[in-house]
Each structure stands twice: as structure tokens, then as C-alpha cells.
């Protein structure tokens, strides 16, 4: 029969991403009983290469996470399991007992856990433009981040397909690295300074429809073919999807969520990384899509801290209550 007052977990930590790993890895190191659970689908893991990221440069991300997990093997309070969370209950909801606090976490094995709080770091997915053969070439060819894959295309031919949101500073940050470089307005409106602001530094406008994405014989990106059937070739195709959090744990929990200035609805958390649901926080692209390696990594650091310090403070008015009640 589970104890009430003694949760299995301080800490579920839903998703081993940069972020999961970093926030466990916080409070592995203050002794917390920490569950990590992963289904393993970080959000570049169509990349080869991941950049930016000071001490991994042109590393893997996979290994880098893989590496992450070997290191929380020195703290014996953290345990990472492979396979998803389905569902996730406040345990005042789900029990009539008032004074219940904390989560009741379902898996999908079937298996459900308690733990004091939860941390959600289950990242987002890219909502790619519906091109047909783009798809295919995501994270090889077809890239959302000059900073994570413009070097590597320097002086090669770039092309830019406008998206929902406005992205011309894609075109102009691509220009930083190459002369030949074009944007396709894919249909979209552009406004006389956008258009002027392209002309002025050599980048050429597109306005003709993208109709689809053609590869090479090794399957490597080859060129544009467009609505009249007239091609470009180029080496590399920027794309601004539409970010799609992954957060229907943070919904159903009743977290609040506005909308970003990139796009997409994101959970409100604060500077600490906690939701306005009492034992709930976030970290990582879930809450944010300009989040990067280094910065889901910088919030699952600070967001772990904060949470540990939030359990001492439950500690010392327990230890305070527990003084009085023996006096
Ligand atoms: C093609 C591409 C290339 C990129 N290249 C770079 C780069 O070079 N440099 C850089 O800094 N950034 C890069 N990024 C951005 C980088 O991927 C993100 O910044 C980073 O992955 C965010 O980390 P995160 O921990 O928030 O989420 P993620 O890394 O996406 O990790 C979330 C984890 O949670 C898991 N998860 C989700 N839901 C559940 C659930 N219900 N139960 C259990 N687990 C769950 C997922 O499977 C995943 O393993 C790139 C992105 C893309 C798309």
C-alpha cells in the first residue's frame, strides 16, 4: 500500500533531453530521488552534427545524451527509464484527502508512480511546410537554424522558403555566410523594407510557388523545383516551421499557456521554470522555441536547483512542525 507522506520520487522528470538530463543531474547531486523517463526522440536527432555547443562542437546529440546518462550513473538517487509518460494527476485531484500534495505519474508499461513534483522537458515537435520531398531531407539538408547548420553550407547555394511566421532574417543571417542566396516568399506577402532590405545586400527574391524537393542519386538535396516546373539547384534549404510543444501533460494539468512572438501556444513559467500549477515546472523547448542544447541544458540546471531548494524549504517547516508537535 503506497505511504501517503513519502512519495517514491522527489522528482519525475518527464523527457532526457539537455534539459531532463541537466535538471536531474542538479538534484542527483542533492541526494533527490529523481525518475527520469524518456522515449528518446530528442528534437534534433535527425541531425548528424550538432553546433554551438561549447566542448561538443560538430558532435553527435545523441551522444552527447548518451553521455549524460552515463554521468547521472554516479548519483544512485537517479534513475532513467526508457518509455513515456501517458499521464500525470495531481494527487488532490485524484484523492478526496486534503492534505494530498504531489503527482501520481501513469507510464506507458503500465506502471504508475508518486513523486512530490513533476518537471516536464519533453521538448517540441518542427511542423515542416508540406513540400513534397522536404520532409525527407530534415536536418540534412533542410535546416531551421543558420546557427546550427549555416557554417557548415558557407559559400554554397542557400535557399530561404518563407514561412508562417515572418523569417527574412533567416535569408539576411544565411548572407553572413554566402553570396548566392535566394528567398522564396512561397505565395506570402513582403513589405517594400523587407524587399528592399534583401535587394540592398545581393539576396534575390522568389515569389514563384515551391511545388517540390528534389534529391541527388546518393539522396543528398540537389535543387527546387518550382510551380512552372523551372528548377534551382541548391545546396542547402531554410525552412521556419511551426513549433509544436509537446505539452499535453502540462494542458491537462491545467497549466496556463500564451502565445510566443515565434508562434505556437507555450506554458507560462517563470524565471525559476515553474507553472502557475502548484509542484509543476517546465524547462527546455516545451516552454520555449528558441531554446538550444545550451540553453534547454541552462534552464534544466537552473530549473533543478530551484526545484531542490523549494523541497528544503517544504523540509524546514516540516522540521519546524515536527519541533513543535515534540515540544
Ligand atoms: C534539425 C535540428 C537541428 C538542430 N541543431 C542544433 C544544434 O546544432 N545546436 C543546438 O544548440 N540546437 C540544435 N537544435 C535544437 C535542439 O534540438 C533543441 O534545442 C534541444 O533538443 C532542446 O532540448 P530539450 O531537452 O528541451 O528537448 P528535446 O531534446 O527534444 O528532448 C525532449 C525529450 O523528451 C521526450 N519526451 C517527450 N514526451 C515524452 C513523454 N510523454 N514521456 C517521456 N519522454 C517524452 C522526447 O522523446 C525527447 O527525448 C536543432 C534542432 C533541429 C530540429
Known amino acids: 500500500m503506497e505511504n501517503r507522506t513519502q512519495p517514491q520520487y522527489d522528482v519525475v522528470i ?3 533531453g539537455p534539459a531532463g538530463l541537466s535538471a536531474a543531474l542538479m538534484l542527483g ?3 533527490r530521488r529523481v525518475l527520469v523517463v524518456d522515449e528518446g526522440r530528442p528534437r534534433n536527432r535527425f541531425a ?3 553546433h554551438g555547443v561549447l566542448g561538443r562542437d560538430h558532435t553527435s546529440p545523441l551522444e552527447l545524451l548518451a553521455e ?3 554521468e547521472l550513473g ?3 538517487g537517479v534513475e532513467v527509464r526508457d518509455g513515456a509518460v501517458v499521464r500525470a494527476t495531481r494527487k488532490a485531484d485524484a484523492d478526496a484527502d486534503a492534505e494530498a500534495t504531489g503527482f501520481l505519474v501513469e507510464l506507458d508499461d503500465g506502471t504508475t508512480v ?3 513534483r513533476l518537471l516536464v522537458t519533453s521538448g517540441l515537435r518542427d511542423e515542416l511546410p508540406e513540400v513534397p520531398g522536404l520532409a525527407e531531407l530534415w536536418g540534412r539538408g533542410v535546416f531551421v537554424c543558420p546557427y546550427c547548420d549555416g557554417w557548415e553550407v558557407r559559400d554554397r547555394r542557400i535557399a530561404v522558403l518563407a514561412g508562417e511566421q515572418p523569417n527574412p532574417h533567416q535569408a539576411q543571417l544565411m548572407r553572413q555566410l554566402s553570396d548566392d542566396v535566394v528567398f522564396l516568399t512561397g505565395g506570402r506577402p513582403i513589405d517594400d523594407a523587407t524587399r528592399s532590405g534583401l535587394l540592398a545586400r545581393g539576396i534575390r527574391i522568389e515569389e514563384r510557388p515551391l ?3 528534389e534529391t541527388d542519386a546518393e539522396g543528398e538535396l540537389a535543387a527546387l523545383e518550382l510551380a512552372d516546373g523551372e528548377t534551382i539547384p541548391v545546396d542547402a534549404l531554410l525552412v521556419a516551421p511551426v513549433p509544436a510543444p509537446l505539452d499535453g501533460l502540462l494542458r491537462a494539468l491545467g497549466a496556463a499557456h500564451a502565445e510566443h512572438p515565434m508562434g505556437g501556444s507555450f506554458v507560462v513559467v517563470d524565471a ?4 502557475d500549477v502548484p509542484g509543476l515546472w517546465a524547462a527546455g523547448n516545451v516552454t520555449d522555441p528558441r531554446s538550444s542544447v545550451p540553453f534547454a541544458m541552462a534552464g534544466g540546471n537552473f530549473t533543478g536547483a530551484a526545484m531542490n531548494a523549494t523541497l528544503v524549504e517544504e523540509e524546514i517547516a516540516a522540521a519546524i512542525a515536527a519541533a513543535a508537535d515534540a515540544s
Open 14 to 16: 518527464v523527457g532526457g
Open 29 to 31: 547531486r542533492s541526494r
Open 48 to 50: 548528424g552534427h550538432m
Open 68 to 70: 549524460g546518462r552515463r
Open 74 to 76: 554516479r548519483y544512485d
Open 114 to 116: 508518486t513523486t512530490r
Open 211 to 213: 511545388a517540390r524537393v
Open 272 to 275: 525559476m521554470g515553474r507553472t
